[in-house]
């Protein structure tokens, strides 16, 4: 998976090309041929999300696919009056996929209002904006540029309290059960 941050990449996927600007997604499932330039003199940042695909037996191998977060809505969370909420690229719904990058949208006073833990261990970069987030026991104060990865089961909460959006990109496991052993 790619997110473009900053600048405008040429990737070709297969022999397709895309130009991505900033908010730009690419996933890219195992076995494409693709490549990325920057044919620009200006900066490019990006990130770049690589997992080892778990093939799950009778469900198909997600396509490759190109998008931008100014094309995909946000989904505001039920009873938040439209303050927190998640940009999704891949419906979660689609078992084909092991791993979802999302992000995440908290408006200026919005929280997460309790503490909630998940299964899987999952990395959010912070796009946008400053923050506290619970994690254990301790509030920490982030901002753009910060990077945090949380252990399965970590007790988190946020309070977005800076003057603008907070917003973060959420990468985090589904659609597997975690392995027990090694294969």
């Given at each position: 998976m790619l997110f473009v941050v900053e600048g405008e990449v040429s990737l070709t996927i297969d022999g397709q090309p895309h130009l991505l600007g900033p908010g730009g997604y690419a996933f890219l499932p195992p076995g494409?041929?693709?490549t990325l330039f920057n044919k620009s003199a200006a900066p490019a940042r990006f990130h770049?999300?690589?997992?080892?695909?778990?093939?799950?037996e009778g469900?198909?191998?997600?396509?490759?696919?190109?998008?931008?977060?100014?094309?995909?809505?946000?989904?505001?969370?039920?009873?938040?009056?439209?303050?927190?909420?998640?940009?999704?690229f891949v419906e979660p719904t689609d078992l084909r996929h092991d791993m979802h990058v999302n992000i995440v949208t908290l408006e200026p006073g919005a929280s997460i209002p309790f503490e909630e833990t998940h299964v899987m261990e999952h990395g959010l970069y912070v796009l946008e904006g400053k923050a506290v987030y619970r994690l254990n026991r301790?509030?920490?104060e982030v901002e753009a540029g910060?990077?945090?990865?949380?252990?399965?089961?970590?007790?988190?909460a946020?309070?977005?309290?800076?003057?603008?959006?907070f917003r973060y990109l959420l990468y985090k496991d589904v659609n597997r059960h975690m392995q027990l052993s090694l294969r």
């Open positions: 494409s041929v693709w770049w999300v690589r997992k080892r695909y778990e093939a799950v469900i198909d191998m997600p396509t490759a696919f190109v998008a931008n977060e100014r094309d995909t809505p946000i989904r505001w969370m039920p009873g938040t009056d439209d303050r927190w909420g998640t940009t999704r301790d509030w920490v910060d990077f945090m990865w949380l252990r399965a089961f970590c007790p988190q946020c309070y977005a309290g800076g003057p603008g959006r």
